[in-house]
């Protein structure tokens, strides 16, 4: 090959080199979000999935997308897309998030098994901001479909809080006849929600249970309850120094209750995080730690005037929940905005 024919290849690779660059740049970033819309209206349900969980990603740089991911959400006819559509939402807007919670809190009493579960599986990929939802989850756990119940135990473990609440529903989801929802609900005690005394003799019990896998699980579960708290919280405040883990580590806090009270100090300085997600699940772990973090009323006060209105709506709770002079105080002003 002579040296010009070298020359040409070498150059030719270069301008492949550079135009790979172009497109790479072009679908990265905000310069995607465009493309990633219009994928959400795909004829192939894997594009749409794929569409929403990269949006999910991107982050706050896909706030434009925010319409069809509530679109997706609400009426998309695969399951799996309206829940990838409201994974993405809820870590975008936690308003929108809440409107999807309304739009599909009525489809829990739709005749059709299939609506329901659907409503359970989307509910439950809104993570901890479909709190409002738990007591109607709750209730599906008597539902005559073995699948609605599996489901709402999801939607409960991933929803996570309040946690007293949650444990209770799922110690109780232990006891269910069929074997899909016992292995459903051992798996959140394994891998998602704490094991309280409550439910360790259920646990304790499982561990005979003649499905073995559902057995297993509950071992893993009964080797957490002897975890040391202490050490836990630690864990959970490193965690909360890596991007990547802070919405999952806020919302294992909230889940430990007054036992995340060490955790108190970080969790207030959470409350002026960027992220509306972020400061609404610190607020969720004060709220839950009670009255042992009184030294967060302060800034707690402050964001009562957030931005965002479910971070104001979870900050009153946590005020309310601290139950100090001044905390209650602060709150008065709104209630009497509420009776006016």
Known sequence: MTRQAI?????????????????????????????????????????RILAAQWLAKLGSDAKDALPKLVEAALRDSNQDVSAAAGAAIHTLDLTAARDVVSGYLPALWDPAPEIRRKACV????????????????IT?????????RERAVGALGSIGIPQAEIVAAVTHALHDPAAIVRYRAAAQFAFHIPVSAMSVPA???????KEKSIASLAEVALEHAGR???????????????????????QQLAQLGPKAADA????????????????YLAAEALRAIGPAAEEAVPELIVALHDPDPIV??????????????DALKALEPLRREKTS
Do not use: C
């Open 122 to 137: 989307v509910l439950g990929s809104l993570g901890p901001v479909a709190k409002p939802a738990v007591p109607s989850l």
């Open 203 to 209: 646990l304790l019990e499982l561990r005979d249970d």
């Open 7 to 47: 020359y040409l290849n070498v150059a030719a690779l270069g301008a492949f080199a550079i135009f790979l660059a172009l497109i790479f740049w072009l679908h990265t970033g905000p310069r995607a979000v465009p493309g990633l819309i219009d994928q959400l209206e795909d004829e192939d349900a894997t594009a």
């Open 140 to 148: 599906m756990l008597d539902d005559t479909d073995d699948l609605v």
């Open 312 to 325: 104001t709506e979870s900050a009153a709770e946590a005020l309310e929940a601290i139950g100090t002079p």
């Open 228 to 250: 040391n708290e202490r050490q836990d919280v630690s864990h959970l405040v490193a965690l909360l120094e890596r991007p990547g883990e802070k919405d999952y580590a806020l």
């Open 264 to 279: 108190a100090p970080v969790l207030i300085s959470v409350l002026k995080d960027s992220l509306a997600l972020n400061r």
